[in-house]
């Protein structure tokens, strides 16, 4: 049931006594675990506790990048989606753009390109791991155009890094295949 079909519900929810409103709000936030820590965010925390968890995100991924070079696709590719998954949540939770692309794009220059290949499976992880590390740079890409020109400029150099790296790879086919640009002017 959609609440925006029932005009007359929307009007005795809003009819409601203000310590019944309350009531039924705090149970409804204590279900949803990212609208928790979403109003935790804006409630009680400041700027300062936002570079707190940019910098927490980053140092994560920094005790994990020597692990990573030391894995085969499949295994790098399971770190780097739980890596990922990360800065989505923190977007969920401060709903920060800027700092979304800033920490994808540490993480996407941070790694490594070169993995083992697994001796035993059917399944070409590498090619898996491509794909989701193209897709995840076009999504942060498209992101990126939709910043303000001020904050791209701030951001084109490790963004024209990352599009370096990855056209000096393996993965440069795959890179044109996904209408990736070489570079950001």
Do not use: C, W
Not at 151 to 161: A, C, H, I, R, T
Not at 173 to 182: C, D, R, S, T, V
């Amino acid at each position: 049931m959609k609440l925006s079909e029932h005009k007359d519900l929307k009007a005795a929810i809003t009819g409601l006594p203000v310590k019944e409103k309350d009531r039924l709000l705090l149970r409804l936030v204590a279900k949803d675990k990212v609208l928790t820590e979403h109003l935790h965010y804006k409630l009680l925390e400041d700027v300062s506790d936002l570079e707190d968890r940019k910098e927490r995100i980053k140092t994560d991924v920094d005790e994990q990048i020597p692990e990573l070079k030391k894995l085969n696709a499949k295994e790098a590719l399971v770190k780097v989606r739980k890596m990922i998954t990360a800065v989505n949540h923190f977007y969920k939770v401060t709903k920060d753009p800027v700092g979304e692309v800033e920490l994808k794009l540490f993480i996407l220059n941070a790694i490594p390109l070169d993995y083992k290949k697994s001796a035993f499976g059917y399944r070409d992880f590498m090619m898996l791991f491509s794909v989701y590390y193209i897709k995840t740079v076009a999504v942060t890409l498209n992101k990126f155009k939709k910043l303000h020109e001020d904050l791209q400029f701030d951001l084109s150099e490790s963004l024209n890094q990352l599009l370096g790296k990855i056209y000096s790879s393996k993965l440069a086919g795959a890179a044109e295949a996904g209408n990736l640009p070489k570079e950001i002017s």
